[in-house]
């Protein structure tokens, strides 16, 4: 017997945890956190206590109380007993925090699969946020084309574009039929032609079940989306307006979105202009330069990449107040006072949480923020206000300028043509209902429910 269990994604976009069990096999189809996650309980620093496990995760359900899924360490004072683990697995689609944060719950016997790339951006979180821990596992990285074979299936794991690298989908093969899982995917990015790839090999596979992301069923239409192409053409165009005014020009992006550090690099190039980074990214885009694929700059020698530095305990920039891992970039440092001087010298990324620094960058009035980053989820977000009486308080200019990750409405029509399963279930998105005005043979899911295919 064949069942997929949903105990996260559901009605919410991410928070994938998904049980796929044949026989006795069982594994999990990513295992990651809500965005929303018990945002009825808790806000900003009102979180579950570190070190005390899933004690203040189960007091409001955020997590399915399963037997035999989470370490012994984290299920402490918990009603929940340990027991030996009895899955065999967990398939992971790529490294968002939607899709992996909770791994870190999950016992340490039970493998991890992930692709290699995805690995990669887990460790380099690890070592560069204080707020990373994936836990110890056994992980079991994969490339496209690599089969896994785990209990009575086999799996086919084939990547996709999104908006990290080493993302993927999966095809596989139960004792009785194929389901497709698709991950987040869209076709419009910079490689869409590994989705397409992808799409085509689940069609081939004839599958039974399709698990299909659905981030973009309710939102299109308030939102504008853009192609990478085209956020590039508005960057320039920013900072070409930016360099006749002597403005200066300030952007955020979501920090591991590779394309998007592509576009603002090429952007700043074309524009005369040096790219700014923190630290963290400049770890990042050192760590991948082996990935010829991604044709990347070196922040070591690149003369287009800069880095900056916020001032710590000595005020001076000395080696020893940062990371050891921060400071091979020393050398490559722009202060806030040289981005203060010469406005149209540099394109600045500076996050939200950073923006203390623009106290002391005191950016020409008149100067641009591109928001290089998907709308805010709610209509009353704070942060979306705090950002506002920033951006105000310095007279800066706000552009946004992104394009998705995600499949729109139309192109998720289409893959559910080209895949043509006999049935879909809608996950990752608040409009699974909406999947039946472009597919004959949907079934949205009920959180915690198990179906039988
Ligand atoms: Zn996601
Ligand atoms: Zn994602």
């Known amino acids: 017997m064949v069942s997929i269990g949903f105990f996260g994604g559901v009605d919410e976009i991410g928070g994938n945890k998904i049980l796929l069990e044949d026989g006795d096999t069982r594994v999990w189809l990513d295992f990651g956190q809500s965005f929303d996650m018990g945002t009825e309980y808790y806000i900003n620093w009102l979180q579950p206590r570190r070190g005390n496990g899933l004690r203040d995760f189960f007091e409001f359900g ?37 899709h992996v944060n909770h791994l ?48 009575s299936l086999e799996a086919h ?24 899982y698709t991950g987040d995917m869209r076709v419009h990015g910079t490689r869409g032609e590994m989705t397409k790839e992808f799409l085509q090999l689940a069609r081939e596979a004839e599958p039974d079940v399709m698990i299909c992301e659905g981030t973009r069923m309710v939102r299109s239409g308030k939102r ?16 070409e307006q930016a360099s006749k005014d002597r403005k200066h020009v ?61 001032r710590k305990r000595s005020r001076t920039y000395a080696e020893k107040d940062y990371y050891v891992w921060e400071r091979k970039y ?33 950016p020409e009035p008149g100067s641009h ?29 706000y552009h946004q300028l992104h394009a998705s990750g995600h499949m729109s409405r139309a192109d998720l029509r289409e893959a559910l043509e080209i895949v043509n399963p006999d049935k879909v279930f809608p996950v990752h998105t608040e409009g699974a209902e909406r999947f039946k005005d472009i597919y004959g043979f949907v079934v949205p899911p009920v959180k915690g429910e198990t179906y039988q295919i």
Request: hydrophobic residues 40%; contains cysteine; glycine residues 6%.
């Open 104 to 151: 870190k719950f999950v016992e340490k016997k039970v493998p991890v699969f992930l692709g290699k790339g995805t690995r990669f951006f887990m460790e380099a979180m690890e070592k560069t946020s204080a707020f990373a821990d994936y836990g110890t596992h056994d992980y079991q990285g994969f490339r496209t084309g690599d089969v896994l074979n785990v209990g």
């Open 157 to 180: 794991p084939v990547h996709v574009d999104h908006s990290i690298p080493a993302a993927y989908g999966y095809i596989i093969h139960t004792s009785e039929n194929t389901i497709v």
């Open 330 to 362: 020393l050398d490559r440092l722009v202060t806030a006072e040289e981005v203060k001087r010469f406005p149209t010298r540099y394109l600045v990324n500076l996050d939200f949480y950073n923006f203390t620094e623009l106290i002391d960058i005191r």
């Open 224 to 239: 504008k989306h853009l192609s990478e192409p085209e956020v590039a053409s508005g960057v320039r165009e920013v900072c």
């Open 369 to 397: 923020f591109i928001y290089s980053m998907s709308e805010p989820f709610t209509d009353e977000d704070l942060e979306e206000e705090v950002l506002h009486n920033w951006l105000d308080h310095f007279g800066l200019k």
């Open 62 to 98: 955020l997590l399915p109380k399963i037997s035999g899924l989470y370490s012994e360490d984290v299920l402490g004072e918990t009603d929940l007993g340990y027991c030996d683990p009895c899955f065999d697995g967990v398939f992971v689609t790529h490294a968002h925090a939607d």
């Open 250 to 310: 300030i952007f955020t992006q979501p920090s591991r979105d590779m394309d998007r550090w592509r576009t603002f690099y090429e952007a700043a190039v074309e524009s005369g202009r040096v790219l700014v980074i923190h630290p963290k990214t400049a770890y990042l885009l050192e760590r991948l330069l082996e990935d010829e694929h991604l044709s990347l700059p070196n922040p070591l020698t690149d003369d287009w990449v800069r880095v900056y530095y916020r």
